[in-house]
């Protein structure tokens, strides 16, 4: 399965994703789930990752990316309806295979926004109203984007807490997993993926997180653990 979040920051926005693709008999952490589109521009995947690679490999030369995010994302809507219609005329949009897919990208005010598309309603975009997008298995990452999000977050920052969201997804469901991909971009930087090495230090810091949170209810033992089980339920 997959995890893929867009977070919109006061300084551009961040794309992350797991890199597990998951069957019932394998898995893969291998697989790439965050695209660029053009330089201002990017999509996330969730869903049948061969039939997305093919999809915008037969849509990318239709696309124009001289207007803004919004009109981008209708043209997406028309060539994925009429893509979809194509590959599979024989099946009704229901019972076709789902791609879900996220977009970011800008206004021509300068203003940022993430669209998601659906292959199953015949990908009509659908404006986020949060500043964050998570498409996959969301839930926690949405619970922890609800608590700790803020307009005015930065792109580093952004980048730990969508680290993280993946982490903590992975720790409670094993269909997520494999190395985190990042990338960022704004309307003037262009899109660039972080190395190996940079999401490595980011991951260590969110590591740092978790233990904090869990030494917060076992103040005894700094190690983040209480020291034996009356520890646990000592009163201060």
Do not use: W
């Not at 893929?4 to 697989?31: E, Q």
């Not at 992975?170 to 993926?193: K, L």
């Amino acid at each position: 399965m997959t995890l893929t979040i867009y977070i919109i920051a006061k300084n551009g926005i961040i794309l992350a994703s797991d890199s597990r693709a998951s069957s019932f008999l394998t898995s893969n952490d291998t697989v790439k789930k965050i695209f660029k589109l053009d330089n201002h521009n990017a999509v996330g995947i969730a869903g049948d990752g061969p039939l997305a690679m093919h999809f915008f490999d037969t849509i990318s030369s239709e696309l124009i990316f001289r207007n803004s995010v919004s009109a981008l994302a209708e043209q997406m809507r028309s060539l994925g309806k009429a893509r979809f219609d194509e590959f599979f005329s024989h099946q009704t949009p229901k019972d076709r295979p789902s791609l879900n897919i996220t977009l970011a990208g800008y206004m021509l005010n300068g203003k940022p926004e993430i669209y998601t598309l659906n292959s199953n309603d015949n990908f009509v975009p659908r404006k986020s109203p949060t500043g964050f997008e998570c498409i996959g298995i969301p839930i926690i990452a949405n619970y922890l984007l609800n608590r700790l999000y803020e307009p005015e977050i930065t792109t580093q920052h952004a980048a730990e807490l969508a680290a993280f969201c993946i982490k903590e997804t992975s720790s409670q469901d094993n269909r997520v997993g494999g190395p985190t991909q990042i990338s960022s971009f704004s309307d003037t930087r262009q899109y660039a993926e972080l190395s190996r090495e940079e999401i490595e230090k980011i991951e260590k810091k969110c590591e740092q997180f978790r233990l904090l949170q869990k030494g917060n209810f076992y103040p005894e033992d700094v190690s983040g653990g209480a020291a034996s089980s009356q520890d646990a339920t000592r009163q201060q």
